[in-house]
């Protein structure tokens, strides 16, 4: 391997590790004890088996992923040299790396009272928070503002004890409202953080399975909605998404003792 493949392979790497990977696995199991012996075990004469090759990425890959690392640092430089929220949103405005703004109408920041004590994180706008530049103002918004007045705190209150501050970890609405794709998580990840730590929220509240891979790196809401986390050194709850519990009323008593959960936090009970 020359200089050029080896930088490039190292490239890479260093891609798969911040999509997350830690361990060099295959996409499926390999039973090594059913193997035949001498494929398992190659003579040292035999060429080696295509599979354990490294594979060297194509081309066109290659420049997908240096493009999406390239969009990385430059998310991070943006968000971290944002001073103000204000700032955050223009810095969001002009980041060119992520091609979910091209379809998208409206940026999607925040709503509610940056003084807020209580901040949450959702995942990504809707059809209605496209057209209307706001976030959770479809049905899932509606009940999500229910849960949260039932106890007491609205993003249209005056007093920030009682307020709330709303954000997505896409700021612009994924076609079809796909799913986020690892890539977009990473590169507006730092715009995430930078956000929560410019508005400074005594508590976090992670909105279903995107906000919790976005900011804690791991998802499975199932098991780890109602369990308190730490993010960026203040409480971070998981807790089902509205449209989740649109689609399983059944599971909103989980959400009731969640949101009663955050209360007593709030109350300094916990
Ligand atoms: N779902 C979200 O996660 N965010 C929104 O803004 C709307 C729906």
């Known amino acids: 391997m020359d200089a050029t493949e080896s930088q490039d392979a190292l490239a890479h790497l260093a891609w798969q590790v911040e999509l997350g990977a830690d361990e060099a ?6 039973n090594r004890f059913e193997l035949p012996q001498a494929a398992a075990k190659p ?33 991070r430089r943006r968000a971290e040299g944002a001073g103000t929220l204000e700032a955050l949103r223009e810095a969001l405005a002009g980041f060119q790396g992520c091609d979910l703004r091209h379809g998208a109408r409206n940026l999607v920041f925040a709503d509610g009272d940056p003084r807020a004590r ?28 229910a849960m949260f007045g039932a106890i007491g705190l609205s993003r249209t209150a005056v007093d920030p ?46 909105m279903g399975n995107w906000a919790c891979v976005g900011l804690l790196g791991r998802k499975g809401i199932m098991r780890m909605r109602g369990n308190w986390e730490d993010v960026l050194g203040r409480p971070a709850l998981p ?3 509205p449209a989740f519990l649109l689609r399983q009323p059944g599971e909103k008593a989980k959400a009731w003792a969640d949101l009663l959960s955050l209360k007593a936090r709030l109350r300094g009970d916990t």
């Open 239 to 241: 807790m089902f998404h």
């Open 118 to 145: 209580v901040m949450i994180v959702g995942e990504a706008p809707g059809r209605e928070e496209d057209l209307e530049g706001k976030p959770f103002v479809g049905r899932a918004g509606q009940l999500l503002d």
């Open 43 to 75: 003579s040292p004469a035999a060429p080696p088996a295509p599979a354990a090759r490294v594979a060297t990425p194509a081309p066109a890959e290659r420049d997908e992923g240096q493009a999406a690392l390239a969009a990385i640092d430059d998310a």
């Open 25 to 30: 696995i295959l996409d499926a199991p390999v």
């Open 161 to 206: 004890a009682h307020g709330l501050y709303i954000t997505n970890m896409l700021p612009w609405r994924p076609p079809q409202n796909r799913d986020p794709t690892p890539e977009e998580i990473s590169m507006l990840q730092p715009f995430v953080r930078r956000h929560v730590e410019l508005a400074d929220p005594e508590v976090l509240v992670l």
